[in-house]
């Protein structure tokens, strides 16, 4: 026969969201059918990996919404890779971790009343990662480099030179932390570029900017 000719139609997503600097990349995930947690049976689970989102729809619905469930660690690339149950109806998550040490992981899912885990039931939980170096180069060395020199180019948006001293004696901390917490778009720069707030807590994120501030001290 003609292999040209499809064998059946493809139906639409039971739910779809657009592309943003902070949301880019579903992971699938599974239709809840175990009893640890009855309040998701019957919904699919499912995570965003740039963001470290666990959310989930209830498919039934005609025009279904996400709810957040949780959110890792590890977010961005080196983030969660698969969600799985196992026989003991537990939702089960795995996750890349940074590239200098094996931190890899196999989550599970807490209740809110339980001891504190790498997850937590908030969906608006910020990481507890306190390696500034290592927070740049899972989540800004895809675009900035890892040296921060800029030459991961995106499309036709070319990052600036971190190690450059016109660039560093321009731009004031306040400038570089509001970029990291609000994202490019807030800041009349590029939209790739997420907003970080809700991920990381102030602490973190005064250690990224200085982290963008050493590379100024590297040439």
């Given at each position: ?10 139906p639409p ?14 992971i699938g ?7 640890r947690?009855p309040?998701?049976?019957?919904k699919?689970v499912f995570?965003?990996n740039?963001a470290?989102?666990i ?9 279904p ?11 961005s ?5 698969s ?5 003991d ?10 590239k200098?040490a094996?931190?890899g ?6 209740h809110?009343?339980q001891?504190?885990s790498a997850?937590s ?8 990662s306190?390696?500034p170096?290592?927070n ?6 895809r675009?900035?480099g ?5 030459t ?5 948006v070319t ?10 004696v321009?731009?004031s901390d306040?400038?570089?932390k509001?970029?990291i917490?609000?994202?490019?778009e ?11 707030n809700?991920a990381?807590?102030?602490?973190e994120?005064d ?7 050493g590379f100024?001290?590297?040439?």
């Amino acid at each position: 026969g003609n292999s040209s000719v499809p064998l059946g139609t493809l139906p639409p997503p039971v739910y779809a969201y657009p592309q943003d600097s902070l949301m880019r990349a579903v992971i699938g995930g599974v239709l809840y059918r175990g009893n640890r947690y009855p309040s998701l049976s019957g919904k699919d689970v499912f995570a965003e990996n740039q963001a470290g989102l666990i959310q989930f729809i209830d498919p039934s619905d005609k025009a279904p919404t996400a709810h957040s469930l949780a959110r890792t660690r590890d977010l961005s690339q080196f983030g969660i890779t698969s969600i799985t149950t196992d026989l003991d109806g537990r939702l089960l998550v795995t996750t890349l971790g940074g590239k200098s040490a094996n931190e890899g992981k196999l989550l599970t899912l807490k209740h809110l009343d339980q001891p504190a885990s790498a997850m937590s039931s908030k969906g608006n939980q910020k990481t507890n990662s306190s390696n500034p170096s290592q927070n740049f180069q899972m989540l800004c060395a895809r675009c900035h480099g890892e040296n921060g020199a800029g030459t991961n180019a995106s499309e036709n948006v070319t990052p600036p030179d971190f190690r450059l001293l016109s660039w560093q004696v321009a731009t004031s901390d306040e400038r570089i932390k509001s970029v990291i917490q609000y994202g490019g778009e807030a800041n009349d720069l590029s939209s790739d570029m997420p907003a970080w707030n809700n991920a990381f807590t102030d602490a973190e994120i005064d250690g990224l900017v200085k982290v963008v501030r050493g590379f100024g001290m590297t040439e």
